[in-house]
């Protein structure tokens, strides 16, 4: 593949990130809700579209990461199965209907972006289960110093596309693109996130059902019991 291909590629891929997650974390919409961070608090469980588990929870934070992830983030728009699967029948809001989330396949991810570059070997980008597995951690049971370093600089501890090497020649990525680093997912702008926002996030995702999703050994599978 010659550079410009590349180029053309990660600029295609990173312009369809930007268009569906473009409102994520936008600071217009966080600089207005922190004028009252208790109604962001309470709005984060009136649109929580799912039932929590709040055993040994943080109110305030489960609430606020539920705002965070499905008011201004709009994380299970990629952490579904994808769009056919994303709203119950009669409840998808891009036909005019009243916006009905499907539970059985939210923030369980699985939604698959295709090949990252234009070649018949290149590997699929498929988002993560967030659903915490049956220990109760998010993510299929990242601790939450994993989470925050995910956020802040993109780790993918799952290795799923390691870089090209001699060794390693197939399901790879080859330069320029670090496969060290989750691909797709706008982490850039994550890291900008506060502490206690992830913090929050953290928690909210940890309060979500768990997505048992495809058949082990899948990095999508969670053992939910």
């Known amino acids: 593949m010659t550079r410009n291909q590349l180029a053309a590629s990660s600029l295609a891929l990173g312009a369809l990130a930007a268009f569906l997650c473009f409102t994520t974390f936008s600071p217009s919409s966080h600089v207005k809700a ?25 109110r305030g934070l489960v609430g606020l990461g539920s705002y965070l992830v499905n008011a201004s983030g709009g994380c299970n728009d990629c952490h579904s199965a994808g769009p056919q699967a994303e709203y119950l029948p009669g409840g998808n809001p891009y036909f005019g209907q009243p916006t009905k989330i499907n ?99 953290y928690e909210y995702l940890s309060a979500v059902p768990c997505i048992e999703g495809p058949p082990a050994p899948s990095v999508l599978h969670n053992d939910c019991q």
């Open 34 to 58: 922190q004028d009252n961070p208790e109604s962001r608090i309470e709005r984060g469980f009136e649109i929580a579209p799912v039932p929590l588990n709040m055993e040994g929870k943080d």
């Open 103 to 201: 539970p059985a396949t939210y923030l369980g991810g699985g939604r698959d972006f295709g090949p990252l570059l234009p070649t018949p070997d290149s590997p699929h980008i498929v988002s993560r289960n967030l659903t915490p597995d049956k220990t109760g951690l998010p993510e299929g049971g990242h601790t939450f110093d994993q989470f925050r370093e995910i956020l802040r600089t993109g780790v993918d501890f799952d290795h799923l596309h390691p870089p090209c090497s001699a060794g390693q020649t197939t399901n790879c990525l080859p330069p320029p693109f670090d496969g060290n680093k989750l691909q797709i997912m706008p982490w850039p702008e994550y890291q900008s996130l506060t502490e206690h926002d992830i913090r929050a996030i």
